[in-house]
């Protein structure tokens, strides 16, 4: 997705493979949903957990760890994972009642 709108805007195109830099992991996708964030970010709908453009739709991912960036300890080549985009402290008022998407250091 290049640019935000309706359903038009999305469209199947060849993109490179994806490099590990620090701190990351590249995932082979096996499954993905489209799923109400997707929307959101497509329609440029409120803070939509500041997504950048240009993106590849799908922030339910599940798949395997096909190659890992320098400083990553906690998964290895060939784990399944399901990828969880969203970071919330816990610990702030919105984390408390429930609404992570408020945290005062959401990321």
Known sequence: ???????DVLVAETVPD?????????????????????CLVRE?????????????????VAGDVVALGPGVATVRR?????????????????CFEGDESLCADYG
């Not at 997705?1 to 359903?7: A, D, E, L, Q, S």
């Not at 994806?18 to 997707?38: H, K, Q, T």
């Not at 939509?48 to 240009?54: I, K, S």
């Not at 985009?85 to 610990?91: I, K, L, Q, T």
């Open 1 to 7: 997705m290049r640019r935000h709108g309706g359903p």
């Open 44 to 60: 440029d709908a409120g803070h939509a957990y500041n997504a950048r453009l240009p993106l590849v739709p799908g922030y339910d």
């Open 78 to 94: 060939g784990d399944r994972v399901y990828v969880h985009y969203d970071y919330a402290c816990g610990r702030c008022a919105a």
């Open 18 to 38: 994806p490099v590990a830099g620090w701190g990351e992991a590249v995932i082979r996708v096996r499954s993905v949903a489209v799923n109400r964030l997707d």
